[in-house]
């Protein structure tokens, strides 16, 4: 069964604690992850980016608040959190527009740079998704990918098990009034691709000079590659 009209259903429920849990989840980490992804576009030559997944629209916001020279597309399926970015980011000149990332409604070679936060785990098929993104994007643009990845079975191991299945959904039922959704994303963390295995789909979907970086106790990795 496709993950997509349940993981639809979610996402539009929660929209309006998103951002609040985000905040509380990460240890008020996650602006700065959101900055570094930012910054690995390297698009100061300006033209159309797209944010998939873009949610309540923060990384499509600060894309443009770092390049004022590019267009900005912030793409979600959830139209929910489309309603969210909107009243958030109305002020700014993004174009919002609701999509599946499996069949992007783009033509091929438009954007100068794809981004997305907490999209891939979210989908059946992460490599046909990343092979959407190549399409869509121009020669020469980079693709900057933000999402949980299993922590390593090391000495911190048990502490992070705890805390993903246990306080992450205590802290949904508290704040976002919704155990079940942050259960749910413990769950699609502990079972999404390793961070190099994710490394590998990026190349098979024909991204070079691939590279990653973890952050926050190595549960969190943003990955990066070039058309």
């Known amino acids: ?27 008020g980490q996650d602006q700065k992850w959101r900055k570094f992804v ?8 300006g033209g159309w980016v797209l944010d998939l997944a873009t949610g309540t629209g923060d990384i499509a916001a600060l894309m443009l608040d770092q390049y004022d020279t590019v267009k900005p597309v912030g793409a979600d399926f959830s139209i929910g959190m489309l309603e969210e970015a909107r009243r958030r ?21 438009i954007f100068e740079a794809v981004t997305f936060g907490y999209l891939l785990r979210n989908v059946d098929d992460s490599l046909r998704v990343l ?7 121009k020669p020469g643009g980079r693709v900057v990918c933000l999402d949980t990845t299993p ?25 976002a009034d919704d155990e079940s959704a942050y259960a749910y994303l413990t769950g699609s963390t502990m079972e999404f691709h ?14 070079t000079r691939v590279g990653f970086k973890k952050f926050m106790f190595g549960t969190i990795a943003i990955h990066w590659g070039e058309k």
């Not at 930012?38 to 030559?45: L, P």
């Open 89 to 109: 980011f109305g002020e700014k000149s993004i174009a919002w527009q609701s999509c599946d990332a499996n069949r992007l409604p783009f033509f091929d070679g």
């Open 194 to 207: 390793r961070a190099d295995k994710l490394a590998e789909l990026f190349r098979k979907a024909g991204f």
């Open 1 to 27: 069964m496709s993950k997509g009209p349940g993981v639809q259903k979610m996402f539009d429920a929660i929209a309006g604690r998103y951002d609040m849990m985000n905040r509380v989840m990460t240890l």
């Open 38 to 45: 930012v910054k690995k576009t390297d698009v100061s030559r």
């Open 151 to 175: 922590p390593e079975r090391n000495l911190l191991y048990p502490f992070l098990r705890f805390y993903f299945r246990f306080c992450i959904p205590a802290l949904g039922r508290m704040i």
């Open 131 to 137: 092979r959407e993104v190549h399409r869509v994007m």
